[in-house]
């Protein structure tokens, strides 16, 4: 009985102690069900940068010129009679421009011709005359005197004759001159003058002017700030010049179409211009369709340049943030790092990194919305980025030294 008693006493505290059991073993599975896996890495797409030498390309706004512009003035006074081309449209060398009135000159010339045929005569009579003294001189049928007279009739109507052929080729040049021809094949301008206009030889009588277009000069200044930067470039390696300063300039039209044909620097100024502090280049470019026309204003792209030792990475890596630039990073941890960095010229589709990335870093180039600081990631396509395209770049050339 007292063992009955023992029994039931001790079994309220044997439920209890069994209930506390059971509440612990069911707190440790809800915790262990709450225990997360940790999370896949996101797969990415990530490019490996390498130093590369890339060309640089250089931007200024430049002004076509003719390479051979002519003013049309007239080389005689007269009046205007004829315009024979016309204005604005393209001219061949020896195309007759403007006509002048040619009678006055004409009697010029008949005039000359006439005085030139009389003193032919005088000579051949004073020659004749010489022809028959001589032997009476042999003869002492005649004077010496004579003989002297007669060799001076000779000498005196050859200068004559000289003198008027010399007219009659004035006369003659000035009656060419009433016809006015294009000097060289090129655009025309506007007549300054019209028909009936009277004209004086020089400046007086100027008509108009024929710009020679093909080839066409390219000219376009540079700023000492620029210069100053170029060479500081150039001198500590960032950047290098091309052999023998040989650079090459192309052309951006009004509506960004690219111009088809390129050009060499060809002029360099000795000095800057004291007024506008800049320092002018002159480039020539072949213009065989007349596409370009003098006063032009185009975007010259000056090439030649290499940049040495340049991280170059794709535009789509790069996220622009309000105040710097940012790319997204592989660490050695496989985890993502954002990396601000300083970004400078662009290279065709790439951004050339100038500070913030090292050699042989991994940058991820899409997927941006799915990352977060420390977030791991698989790498699923890496390539070195070694596309070799042009450089816009704020350096001015080395053929400004």
């Known amino acids: 009985m007292n063992h009955d008693r023992t029994l039931y006493g001790h079994l309220p505290r044997m439920l209890t102690l069994s209930f506390a059991v059971l509440v612990a073993l069911n707190l440790v599975a809800c915790k262990k069900e709450e225990v997360k896996a940790p999370p896949a890495p996101v797969e990415v797409n990530a490019v490996k940068i390498e130093p590369q030498t890339i060309p640089v390309e250089v931007t200024f706004v430049a002004q076509v010129e003719s390479s051979h512009q002519v003013e049309i003035v007239a080389r005689v006074n007269g009046f205007l009679d004829k315009i024979l081309y016309t204005e604005g449209a393209v001219v ?28 032919k005569a005088q000579l051949w009579t004073a020659q004749s005359n010489l022809d028959r003294i001589k032997p009476l001189v042999e003869l002492d049928a005649a004077s010496k005197s004579d003989l002297d007279n007669a060799i001076g009739a000779v000498k005196s109507a050859e200068a004559a004759v000289q003198q008027s052929r010399a007219h009659l080729e004035v006369a003659e040049l000035n009656l060419s001159y009433t016809v006015i021809k294009a000097p060289v094949t090129g655009v025309s301008g506007e007549a300054e003058v019209r028909e009936g206009a009277y004209l004086t030889a020089g400046l007086g009588g100027h008509l108009s002017y024929v710009a020679h277009v093909d080839p066409a000069w390219i000219t376009f200044s540079v ?20 052999p023998n300063d040989e650079y090459s300039v192309g052309l951006e039209l009004s509506k960004g179409e690219l111009y088809p044909h390129t050009g060499k620097v060809s002029f360099v100024a000795p000095s800057f211009n004291r007024e506008t502090g800049t320092f002018q280049i002159r480039a020539e470019i072949s213009n065989p369709d007349g596409i370009l026309q003098p006063g032009m204003f185009v975007t010259a792209i000056l090439s030649g340049l290499q940049r040495p030792n340049a991280l170059v990475v794709p535009q789509r890596a790069v996220q622009k943030t309000s105040d710097s630039h940012v790319v997204f990073v592989v660490t050695s941890e496989d985890t993502v790092e954002p990396r601000p960095v300083i970004a400078g010229a662009w290279v065709g589709n790439d951004w050339v990194i100038e500070k913030g990335l090292k050699p042989g870093e991994q940058i991820i180039t899409n997927g ?7 977030m791991p990631v698989k790498v699923v396509a890496a390539a070195l980025n070694t596309d070799q395209n042009q450089s816009t770049d704020p350096a001015t050339p080395a053929a400004t030294n």
């Open 92 to 119: 061949k060398r020896g195309e007759t421009m403007f006509l002048m009135d040619q009678k006055p000159y004409i009697a010029q010339v008949n005039a000359a011709r006439a005085a030139l045929e009389n003193y």
């Open 223 to 242: 700023s000492q700030n620029q210069l100053a930067k170029s060479r500081a470039q150039i001198a500590a390696g960032n950047l290098i010049a091309p």
């Open 368 to 374: 941006f919305q799915r990352l977060a600081p420390g």
